[in-house]
């Protein structure tokens, strides 16, 4: 259980810095007035694609240490990889 919580804890230190950074950034483009919310909706846009790359990136990339694309447990090993827990 002290792992789950170790990795909850780096999960959400990205998160909340993601939600320091971002919504402050995010209410400066609004101009409700003219109702114009473009630039918001520009600025998360291109930051859920850029995290989406990243993600694929670092999927490929795991993909080549290890044979294909299926997805394992934590409990079991790979094979030429040393996994820390």
Do not use: H, N
């Not at 044979?67 to 447990?73: A, L, M, N, P």
């Amino acid at each position: 259980m002290t792992m789950v919580g170790t990795r909850l804890g780096m999960i959400f230190m990205f998160v909340g810095c993601g939600f320091l950074i971002g919504t402050p950034i995010a209410s400066l483009m609004l101009d409700l007035a003219k109702a114009d919310l473009w630039e918001a909706q520009l600025f998360s846009g291109v930051f859920v694609t850029a995290g989406t790359v990243c993600f694929v990136i670092l999927r490929l990339i795991l993909v080549k240490k290890v044979d294909g694309w299926e997805i394992r447990d934590s409990w079991q090993t790979y094979e030429g990889v040393e996994m820390v827990y």
